[in-house]
């Protein structure tokens, strides 16, 4: 993915909004004498700080923040100054932070006039509530508080009949996130003004919360979970992960079965805005909660000069990254370029694809481009890795190499590469024409003399369709045999790169990892998602990147959340289809989701966890790789790019996604879920390929703000075919180059019931009710339920009894001893609800999709740390005698005291404490 980070633009309108008036408030008793806003923008002549208009709450049209590191200064009136110091003034102003700390308000006060005698410099510290983060809230400094720190005056209140030529907010050096929109002074009388308007029908979390503010993890022996123990010692001691015998799981160097409870992570970068997270500390926190494998996504193209250069930071990050991780037997996945943020251009020797669509396409078919490539694939993989003392070649804690990330001929890009690229393309296309049909009157013939603009026989090029020309269906067999042709060339250029670049890895530089083509999708997944595959067919593992979003709409929705975005908070159970594990495998090859995640603002987020560790080992998924996390540890809501006032949406380390990880990789590390047999076994020939033929099941296509346009995934399975649900009984798997006709379904009528919308996993272990958004787990040393449990259900499964009144959660109970849970000797429960910052604030709203609308919510305020949690109304039952105490967790599983576990019949009762996300029954 993805285009994560942007800076804010600095406004600079010179627009005056600002006023000297005398506005009498009688109810009050006070004199307004001077007043700014910042409707328009910052006043003429403004020093320091932004200007920020948009994703404020109603009532704030505009307003004024700090730039990194600094401080926010008014203009200055150097002769007649903003106001004149009087008895009884006060210096009114309206402001929200995200972070509340101690700040201080200076005025420069003299005499009026040009010149500086008797100038004073006056300070005043105004009060601080911390437990105000978000909220808006006037603060009115009386101006015989404030005391001067230099100048003649010094320790004296200001001096009636100076003039303050310019006020300003001090905040040495850190960021408060402090918005003002309203300054003014009054006399007589403090500010009666209030704070902007809140909407009435403003709402908040339902329900009571608790603060999730976790200590910082000790890596206590006294933990009663870490998952550290399920890893290797040293990830890659046994040898290189390989492939298992049929090809189509993992297995580690010794033939230990393998499965990847995985995380995009950063935390190799510092923010200048923040200290640079402690890698190993981080590899750490990680393994406890689960995780084995991690993916670094970099972009190590030279920044200028030198194709063949690359980033040499990029590359450290790498390095640093497979150090810190390998000794806490934590895998690494490593995505060395993606077309999108590729630094390369046609002045440093690359073909030119005209500007419109960047590299997208061009690593497949310029060969100065692919020569720069193994370039830099050598220096990063070959050259010994300074913090190992080995080369990544030959390190098994390397596990994976993908060779791009995002980019398909198949894709939309494609139609866009012209220029000097768009020439060689149809070049190489004429070129594959004389092969395949002996000559270009060959292939014209066999066209029956379809000719398009492009064709150029005599200069040897010929032209190419538009992408969107291959997802229709098209009369006359000359036209639909060129399209086929141009199908098949743009297919086989893509496996043919693959192809040559795992040679390269091989053969040049010795590398033993396991090679990933790509991760993408197609401009139509029926007609064509199947040849994207057969393309990575050249290589061993298969992989998609898949999104669970909803709509969220606003002028940074691809990379942050802001107050007046509008969005649906959808939950994937009641859209199944959604769910990002339904994906069609590759027989033979392993098959990974590089990135994915539940995609903020959604709130329906702890069912994400539960669901993916369930699916993924029902459907035999063999990594996931959460998106994304950048800190040492947790992510308290703050700043997408830590400047623009703001939520990060690319996030995954937050209590209900990280948080609900512990029970949820263990049961899917540990095998507790049963993989099921093929629900489809399809068949498909290389000319069903070319041709475009349906499939007789497809996969739909996933959403990204990024790279789609309208605002919700495009539904993509086959009209008529197999009911897409078959995902949710069982595995769905294709074999390419094989008769189609021998291709199997079960009878999914015995697991799918459209009457009733449910659907049951050919295991018996799973069972999805997208009517009511509700989904059971019910394996032996793993039970559970997700959704929307309603008021006082109850959810009776194998040796668990669940009973909730909470309107929406998870709860998971996973024996952490691999013994049934009748006869556990160690239980996990763990629950999740729904979180929130401290202040998020919505209201309903109507939002407008393609020539629709939905019910959705406005976000008034996007509120600030820490998360909120809506208290759990969980009470669990468990029939095992063995069990007789409970003690409730804090977030790192250290112990914080026993909570009753009642006998009730045979089963023994436990009422969740409701401010925790775990406790184990020993």
């Known amino acids: 993915m993805i285009c994560r980070n942007a800076a804010i633009a600095l406004v600079a309108l010179a627009g005056l909004a600002l006023t000297v008036a005398h506005e009498r408030d009688a109810g009050a008793q006070q004199e307004t004498l001077y007043r700014a806003d910042f409707g328009e923008g910052l006043p003429e002549g403004w020093k320091k700080g932004v200007a920020v208009l948009d994703g404020l709450p109603e009532g704030v049209a505009g307003a004024v923040g700090a730039e990194p590191g600094g401080d926010i200064e008014s203009n200055h009136q150097w002769v007649d100054g903003h106001f004149t110091v009087a008895e009884g003034l006060h210096l009114n102003f309206r402001a929200t932070f995200s972070n509340p700390q101690w700040y201080q308000l200076f005025i420069f006060c003299k005499q009026r006039g040009p010149d500086a005698a008797a100038m004073n410099l006056y300070e005043y510290k105004p009060p ?48 408060l996130g402090m918005l003002v929109d309203l300054v003014w002074v009054t006399e007589g009388a403090p500010a009666s003004t209030p704070a902007p308007a809140v909407r009435s029908d403003a709402r908040g979390l339902e329900g009571p919360t608790w603060a999730f503010e976790p200590p910082r993890d000790e890596f206590s022996p006294a933990a009663l979970f870490d998952l550290r123990l399920l890893n290797e010692k040293i990830a890659g001691q046994s040898g290189f992960v390989r492939r298992s015998d049929d090809g189509n799981d993992f297995v580690l160097g010794d033939g230990t079965p393998a499965r990847f409870w995985a995380v995009n992570t950063s935390a190799y970068n510092k923010h200048p805005l923040f ?23 970099a972009n190590v193209t030279p920044e200028a000069g030198d194709l063949s250069s690359i980033n040499p930071g990029e590359r450290d990050n790498l390095w640093r990254t497979v150090a810190a991780m390998k000794p806490e037997g934590i895998y690494t996945t490593f995505s060395p370029y993606w077309a999108a943020s590729s630094r390369v251009k046609p002045e440093m020797g690359v073909l030119d694809t005209g500007g419109e669509v960047g590299n997208h396409g061009l690593l497949f078919f310029d060969p100065a481009l692919q020569a720069a490539y193994k370039s830099w694939l050598k220096q990063i993989l070959a050259e010994p890795n300074p913090h190992t003392g080995i080369p990544l070649s030959q390190d ?37 024409l004389k092969r395949k049909y002996g000559s270009l009157d060959g292939a014209l013939a066999a066209w029956q003399g379809t000719t398009i603009e492009g064709d150029e026989p005599a200069a040897g090029r010929m032209g190419l369709y538009i992408i969107w020309e291959l997802t229709q269906e098209r009369e006359g067999a000359g036209r639909n045999q060129r399209c086929a042709d141009q199908m098949q060339f743009f297919t086989q250029t893509m496996r043919d790169f ?23 999708r197609t401009a139509d997944n029926v007609r064509m998602l199947d040849a994207e595959r057969y393309s990575y067919g050249a290589n061993e593992v298969m992989a998609v990147n898949r999104y669970y979003t909803g709509v969220h709409q606003g002028q940074h929705q691809g990379w942050a959340i802001v107050s007046g975005d509008v969005f649906t908070d959808d939950s994937v159970l009641l859209q199944p289809r959604e769910l990002p594990v339904t994906a069609k495998q590759v027989n033979g090859h ?15 987020q702890s069912e994400g966890p539960f669901l993916i560790a369930a699916y993924q080992s029902l459907n035999g998924v063999d990594a996931y790789y959460w998106f994304a996390t950048g800190e040492e540890d947790w992510r308290q ?19 209900m996604l990280m948080g609900q990880w512990p029970a949820a990789a263990l049961m899917y590390r540990m095998g507790y879920i049963q993989r099921g047999s093929p629900a489809v076994h399809e068949r498909r020939s290389l000319e069903n390929l070319w041709r475009r033929t349906m499939p007789i099941i497809a996969e739909d296509a996933g959403y990204d703000p990024n790279r789609d346009t309208g605002d919700i995934a495009v539904e993509s399975n086959v009209k008529g075919g197999v009911d897409p649900l078959a995902y949710l009984v069982g595995p769905v798997i294709v074999d390419y180059d094989a ?35 509700v989904c059971t787990l019910n394996a032996p040393k793993a039970q559970g339920v997700t959704g929307f449990l309603g008021q006082g259900r109850s959810f009776r499964l194998g040796e668990v009894l669940i009973e909730s009144t909470n309107d929406y959660a998870t709860v998971l109970v996973v024996a952490m001893d691999d013994r049934p849970l009748s006869e556990s000797r160690k239980v996990l429960v763990q629950v999740g609800t729904v979180e929130r910052p401290t202040g998020w604030k919505t209201s309903p709203a109507t939002v407008k999709v393609g020539d629709s609308t939905r019910e959705g919510e406005k976000i008034v305020n996007f509120g600030a740390a820490p998360w909120q949690i809506v208290e759990a109304d969980v009470t669990v039952s468990v029939a095992n005698s063995f069990l007789t105490k409970a003690t409730v967790l804090d977030p790192n599983g250290m112990p914080a005291g026993e909570i009753l576990l009642e006998n009730a019949g045979n089963m023994q009762r436990l009422r969740f404490p409701p401010d925790a996300l775990y406790t184990v029954l020993e």
């Open 739 to 773: 008769n189609p006709g021998a291709s199997e379904v079960v009878d999914l009528g015995a697991y799918i019931d459209p009457g009733a919308r449910t659907v049951s996993s050919i295991t018996g272990e799973l069972k999805l009710d997208y009517g009511q958004g």
């Open 637 to 655: 809501p703050s700043s997408a790019n830590g400047y623009l006032p703001s939520l990060g949406k690319w996030v995954c380390h937050t209590p």
């Open 590 to 604: 392993p098959f990974i989701i590089p990135e994915s995640s539940w995609v903020p603002p959604l709130g329906y």
């Open 396 to 432: 098994p804690a390397l596990a994976i190499i993908q060779l791009q990330n995002e980019d398909s001929l198949l894709f939309w890009t494609s139609q866009g590469i012209k220029g000097t690229a768009g020439a060689e393309l149809r070049r190489q296309f004429a070129e594959f």
């Open 498 to 520: 693959n192809a040559m670049m795992g040679d390269y890895l091989r053969e040049d530089l010795g590398c033993k990892q396991l090679i990933n083509a790509g991760n993408w």
């Open 128 to 175: 601080v509530d911390a437990g105000a983060a978000g909220e808006w809230q006037v603060v009115s400094a009386p101006l015989s508080e404030f005391r001067a720190t230099t100048g003649p005056n010094q320790g004296q209140a200001p001096l009636p009949g100076e003039v303050c030529w310019t006020y300003f907010w001090g905040f040495q050096g850190r960021d």
């Open 275 to 297: 200290p640079a997270p402690d890698l190993a500390r981080h590899a750490r926190f990680l393994a406890k909660r689960g995780i084995n494998m991690v993916r670094v996504h």
